[in-house]
């Protein structure tokens, strides 16, 4: 959704932003990499008002935060 600006599961255009933030702490909209919501990465949100799916992104430039993070893990 975040590139084609259509839900990929029922076709829908009809699609909503939500820009993360470290604010919302506990809102779903960051991931915790440390103790502080200053370790925060910040999760953007593309939302289909047509079937409610919800697509979730880190923004690319905060990866290497979170590869950093002890309570976060690759999968193997
Ligand atoms: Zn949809």
Do not use: W
């Not at 084609?4 to 915790?32: F, H, R, V």
Request: with cysteine; net charge positive.
């Amino acid at each position: 959704m975040k590139y084609t600006k259509q839900c990929p599961k029922c076709g829908s255009y009809d699609i909503l932003y939500a820009k993360g933030s470290a604010e919302s702490y506990g809102a779903g909209s960051n991931i915790m990499c440390g103790l502080t919501t200053y370790s925060a990465v910040d999760v953007d949100r593309y939302i289909c008002c047509n079937c409610g799916y919800v697509e979730h992104f880190v923004r690319t430039g905060d990866i290497e935060r979170l590869r950093k993070s002890k309570k976060i893990k690759q999968v193997e």
